[in-house]
Nanobody, 126 residues
Framework: VQLQACGGGLVQAGGSLRLSCAAS????????MSWFRQAPGKEREFVTG????????FYADSVKGRFTISRDNAENTVYLQMNSLKPEDTAVYYC????????????????????WGQGTLVTVSS
């Protein structure tokens, strides 16, 4: 699975952005998909994930209520809608895919990821 993320950019605090991650390959529909982010000088951290069954989602406390993950298996794409953005959301955002996960499983750890996208930069100004 190859992943291509896009949609990052510069936005003012309180604004919104929508990230997309397009996947190639026939196994996307059975991959658990997640978004991680990495701010300068910090470790990569989990943001949100969605099971390949689409039944389960999970969010980091820091983004709960502001971010929404969704997927379109017919289009091999996963989305991240980010609202009410804060300066502390500034980071490079990475989409991630994990294979061999149970249908309702959500991947929340870097070590479980099998494939990474190239990252897209989100900058939130105050």
């Amino acid at each position: 699975v190859q992943l291509q993320a896009c949609g990052g950019g510069l936005v003012q605090a309180g604004g919104s952005l929508r990230l997309s991650c397009a996947a190639s390959g026939r196994t996307f529909s059975t991959c658990a998909m997640s978004w991680f982010r990495q701010a300068p000088g910090k470790e990569r951290e989990f943001v949100t994930g969605i099971s390949w069954s689409e039944r389960n989602t999970f969010y980091a406390d820091s983004v709960k209520g502001r971010f929404t993950i969704s997927r379109d298996n017919a289009e091999n794409t996963v989305y991240l809608q980010m609202n009410s953005l804060k300066p502390e959301d500034t980071a490079v955002y990475y989409c991630a895919a994990a294979q061999g996960v149970v249908p309702n499983g959500v991947v929340t750890t870097v070590g479980r990821v099998d494939h990474w996208g190239q990252g897209t930069l989100v900058t939130v100004s105050s």
